[in-house]
């Protein structure tokens, strides 16, 4: 449990800013400071690296034995590759510090996360729940991680996929995760103060010029991530996140615009 103290509403720092491709920044992906505590949005490889890289550039304390819950979006490895180092913390690094972390994914991921790292975390006749806690994103169902209300919606992209919602008192967070370009998620992501939406080379996901051609008063809420190496975007309301970026997320402004 992370103390701050009053409740201040919840904060976003970026962790990653790339797509699958990229030999220069991680995989798209933040940690959550919430009420009760920081939560994981998604787990590429080279976690730690990447959670310590960005906590130090924004000047705050996350020390990865604290990220007790971890929602993953989907099953690509960009997203989800860091999972076995994290089982493997909590096992062997820091055994006995409480019960295993939460992981929160669509029933469907939840189903099959296994087949990934079984291969490397089976020994012994270990299973899934001897590493982490699976909880089911039920889209249409809220749930509370963290003291956040979180609620998940399922993308276009080649595999499932769960957009999502942070919620609490000061603020809302939108996240697209990986998706094609979608009116109606984009309508469901639509009252989230700041949304994080994917930018990429289309096909299993969203062009810069279709994000362009939504109305500017929501463009300027959005801020891009999962962008290909060699993106430079035009001048627009549309701006690139940045890894180590911390972002306060609260109504009718995002401190950090
Ligand atoms: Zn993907």
């Known amino acids: 449990m992370i ?4 409740m201040v509403g919840m904060d976003l ?4 800013i790339g797509d699958a491709f990229s030999s220069r920044s991680h995989g798209s992906s933040g940690l959550v400071r919430c009420d009760g505590g920081w939560v994981a949005i998604d787990c590429p490889g080279m976690v730690l690296a990447m959670w310590r890289q960005a906590a130090e550039h924004a000047g705050v304390s996350c020390p990865p034995e604290a990220v007790r819950d971890l929602v993953i ?6 997203h989800c590759a860091g999972l ?3 089982g493997f913390l909590h096992r062997y690094i820091v055994p006995g510090d409480g019960p295993v972390p939460r992981l929160h994914a669509l029933p469907e991921v939840l189903e099959r996360v296994w087949e990934r790292l079984a291969p490397a975390m089976d020994g012994g006749g270990s299973d899934l729940e001897d590493y982490f806690e699976p909880r089911p994103l039920e ?3 809220p749930a509370v991680i963290a003291g956040c209300r979180v609620e998940s ?3 276009r992209h080649s595999v499932p996929t769960a957009g999502l919602l942070f919620s609490d008192a000061a603020g809302c967070l939108g996240w697209s995760s990986d998706t094609e370009f979608d009116p109606e998620h984009i309508a469901w992501l ?7 939406h994917e930018c990429g080379n289309g096909g299993n996901h969203t062009t810069f010029a279709q994000l362009r051609s939504l109305p500017e008063p929501l463009q300027s809420r959005i801020r891009l991530i999962h962008m290909p190496d060699d993106f430079e975007p035009a001048e627009s309301p549309l701006v690139p996140l940045s890894e180590g970026e911390l ?11």
Request: hydrophobic letters at 30%.
């Open 139 to 141: 889209p249409g169902h």
């Open 73 to 78: 979006t989907h099953l690509h490895g960009d």
């Open 84 to 86: 076995e180092t994290i």
């Open 153 to 155: 919606r399922r993308t």
């Open 190 to 196: 639509e009252r989230a103060d700041c949304i994080v």
């Open 3 to 6: 103390d701050h103290g009053m």
């Open 13 to 16: 720092l970026v962790t990653g």
């Open 247 to 257: 972002i306060e997320v609260r109504t009718g402004a995002v401190s950090d615009f």
